[in-house]
């Protein structure tokens, strides 16, 4: 049986140049499918707002959503360490709510630790809730939550002014007591430099190749989500095209009768339609 993983066992894979690879997830069947792929991570990430809600960013995901899809992912992947992402509005208005509403991920859904976004600003959070005994990843770089202020879905850290923000913002991270770093669309030199200085596992979504380990949205990944498809997208499948076919499949099959056909219906026991015809002759 697949051993879920514990944060000394993500430090060891860093120092030992082990790359740790994750998804996002949003329920129990996919969760099952990453466990068994031998997946290190799962993040139950707020992007369900998008692609499970059908929202235009995350913003409007709640608390509620996530424990929901938290729980489910957590029966689907026992075994795995899973991370809830605190959404909008959980933890950005005070510290005690960020500590309450991060518990509420442990006590209700069982997962090993949470996410949230930001730099500087947040490291009362963080420190807060890692004081509570709760582990804590850091996620800078490109923000969703912070979309708007960040002029939208922009790669970030272009610029040498805006990359030694992230440094300074990922050194804060580390020293709040975050256990591991998110970078998310930043230049991979950047990230490099980041995970050269932090002696916590730095991961990257759209980061490049030298960070700890890669996440990847999953709807992306298996070419579900049709919306859009950032740069740092790599498909390996295309599960939309093959559901669209095999949906219009079955539409074509009921309705020109070739469905249900005799391969797929129930026979009746031996002897037992006569019998039936006779009844309901009386
Ligand atoms: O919600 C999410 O899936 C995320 C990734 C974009 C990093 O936070």
Known sequence: MKKRLTRFDLQNMKESGKKVVW?????????????QAGMD??????SLGMCIYGYEGTIPVTMDQCIYHSEAVRRGAPNTFIIGDMPFLSYQVNVDEAVRNAGRFFKEARVDAIKLEGGRRV???????????????????????????????KAQGRTAKTAMELIEDA??????????????????EVCKIIR??????VYSIGAGVDADGQLMIVSDLLGIFQAFTPKFVKRYANLGEETLKALIAY????????????VHTYNMAEGELPQLMAALKK
């Open 23 to 35: 998804i996002t997830s949003y329920d129990y069947w996919t969760a099952q499918f990453a466990e």
């Open 41 to 46: 991570m799962i993040l139950v990430g707020d």
């Open 123 to 153: 490291c009362p959070q963080i420190k807060a809730i890692a004081d509570g005994g709760m582990l804590v990843m850091g996620h800078i770089g490109l923000t969703p939550q912070s979309s708007g202020q960040l002029g939208g879905f």
């Open 171 to 188: 050194k804060a991270i580390q020293q709040a007591g975050a256990f591991t770093l998110l970078v998310e669309a930043v230049p991979p």
């Open 196 to 201: 050269d200085q932090l002696t916590i596992p």
């Open 251 to 262: 539409v074509e099959d009921v309705r020109s009768g070739r469905f249900p056909d005799p």
